[in-house]
């Protein structure tokens, strides 16, 4: 795709979305709305406001998309960044605040129902918002591939500028990454996935009967807030005594189930995964017993171990933890969500409200977070290395007394390590006080706006108090995906690097098959002389 088709096809999406909101706007040709709205806004009736979200989103995407095609060369790496965050945004303001305008003009239930051209461009403001960001994402990976193969690439098709040896950024063939140089790209993330599951094959008779006690775990955690509900309505509304023993029952039977369910899943997916890592460490060790003697020499024995020690462990920690809590939240929430819209869809809106923007956060975080831990993992790496090379060679180190200067080297390295840590610890605190304030306002939100509904009676007790349970369950689950995706993503950058090993093919291979068709040898002793010493002068 070359510049100019990008920015025909930016522009084009840009004006089908101006005008298509602007004709559902005024209802086709009746322009006295527009007037009117403009006279008398009324936040609760007038539409301007969200006809005026299109020329934002309208005008970031086709300046973004402009200067990405006309100076592609120069801000691709940019782009891959800091624009993104940006498309995003925009994309978090419109479907935030279509929301709010919906939840606005549903108090006025007559106008809803008489206008329905309301709801139409609020559906529009979301689907045309999303449709921009997937278009920009696919335009800004055409454009930065090609400019990225037009500069790196000569007219041979070699790389105009080789791996040099103690260059910076530079490494040797074969040789492991420094931990300042290392980052996860989206695609390093793909084939990591894709190279778990596929040596994970062999153990999908233990993890189907795991995937079968996970779901059933998850069924019993969605319907178990439901009748809690009618527990606690028997007792602090109706304080009747038979409903109150006819609710303990269903309360009862879900535990037990549950207790069956997940200690099943439990050990069935810990035996999987344990499963999964002894066949990923022996086929590394493998991998590294065939490689060529200049891997050896391009890397340090601490490196090498590291990969069969730390990274293993950290794949075989968080892959059997974390992956049992992902898809147990992931499928907890989504059968939360649906029962929540079935309770009251208005409450569900404003509980949604904050699920774009907490996933803008998490999302940009989770890409900070996944290179400081690749960072971290490898500089352990690189601190194992000096600790190796002093024991290894403890003879020159205690001949030249050198203890003090060896433990220097490796406190430098803890040192780095140690700022890496504290960085972690920073972002990963930060983060974690955004996201609970915003899900402190959510619930405040959720507990104004459910009260007006029960007082209005549009809501009955017992449903407002499911639904509060809901809430609670749904962002627990929320929580626990987002540690697991955090704690996954360090097991990513960890298998990256084990898979890297792994799949390396030695650029000289010894496992050659001549057979020479007959050989013969010969071994003659010529003027050998032998003797014992078995005293002082006495020789036999």
């Known amino acids: 795709m070359n510049r100019f088709c990008g920015i025909a096809l930016s522009l084009l999406a840009c004006i089908i979305d101006l005008v298509s909101t602007s004709v559902i706007y005024i209802q086709g040709n009746d322009l006295s709305i527009l007037r009117r709205d403009l006279d008398g806004f009324n936040v609760f009736e007038s539409l301007t406001d969200i006809w005026l979200l299109v020329l934002l989103r309208t005008g970031v995407y086709s300046g973004l998309s402009f200067g990405l095609a006309v100076n592609s060369r120069y801000t691709s790496s940019n782009m891959k960044g800091k624009s993104v965050y940006l498309v995003n945004s925009v994309v978090v303001i419109n479907i935030c605040y279509a929301i709010i305008k919906l939840l606005l003009c549903a108090d006025v239930t007559e106008y809803i129902s008489s ?84 040596y994970s094959r062999y153990d999908w008779p ?81 991998s590294v017993l065939r490689q060529e003697m200049g891997f050896f020499d391009a890397n340090r024995t601490g490196d090498i171990t590291s990969r069969l020690t730390s990274d293993t462990t950290t794949m075989s920690d968080t892959l059997a933890l974390n992956c049992n809590i992902m898809l147990r939240n ?26 774009p923007l907490i996933g803008l956060i998490s999302h940009i975080y989770g890409e900070y ?47 780095k390590t140690y700022r890496l840590i504290k960085k972690e610890s920073l972002v990963y605190g930060l983060y974690q006080l955004v996201v609970w304030n915003a899900q402190t306002m959510l619930m405040l939100a959720n507990l104004y706006y459910g009260g007006h509904l029960v007082v209005t009676d549009q809501l009955t007790g017992e449903k407002f108090i499911a639904f509060i349970l809901y809430s609670l369950n749904l962002q627990n689950s929320f929580e626990a995906i987002g540690d697991a995706y955090t704690a996954f993503m360090t097991a990513v950058g960890a298998a990256d690097k084990v898979f890297t090993i792994i799949n390396r093919e030695p650029t000289i291979r010894n496992d050659g098959e001549l057979v020479a068709e007959s050989m013969a040898g010969r071994v003659e002793f010529e003027n050998v002389v032998s003797s014992i010493r078995l005293d002082r002068g006495r020789r036999c």
């Not at 080789?162 to 260059?167: N, P, R």
């Open 115 to 198: 206008r329905p051209w309301t709801l139409v461009i609020l559906l529009w403001t979301g689907a045309s918002s999303v449709w921009l960001a997937v278009h920009w994402s696919l335009l800004r990976k055409h454009i930065t591939s090609s400019c990225v193969v037009a500069v790196n690439i000569n007219g041979d098709g070699e790389p105009l500028v080789h791996s040099v040896s103690g260059s910076p950024g530079k490494h040797l063939p074969g040789e492991l990454s420094s931990p300042e140089e290392t980052s996860v790209s989206g695609d390093v993330i793909k084939t990591s996935l894709f190279e778990m599951l596929k």
């Open 206 to 286: 233990v993890l189907l009967p795991a995937l079968f006690f996970l779901g059933l775990c998850a069924a019993m955690d969605i319907i178990e807030p439901l009748y809690m509900s009618r527990l606690v309505n028997a007792v602090a509304i109706d304080r009747s005594q038979p409903k109150f023993l006819r609710a303990m029952l269903p309360v009862f039977l879900i535990y037990l189930v549950m207790a069956v369910a997940a200690s099943s899943r439990g050990g069935l997916m810990s035996l999987g995964m344990g499963r999964f890592v002894i066949r990923i460490r022996r086929l590394l060790f493998e």
């Open 330 to 355: 992931l499928i907890k929430a989504i059968g939360t969500c649906a029962f929540m819209f079935a309770i009251s869809w208005r409450l569900s809106l404003i509980t949604f409200i904050g699920g």
């Open 369 to 415: 977070y996944k290179v400081l831990a690749k960072r971290v993992q490898d500089s352990l790496a690189f601190a194992n290395v000096v600790a190796e090379e002093a024991i290894s060679s403890m003879v020159t180190v205690r001949s030249f007394a050198n203890e003090t200067g060896e433990a220097d080297r490796y406190k430098q390295r803890l040192d």
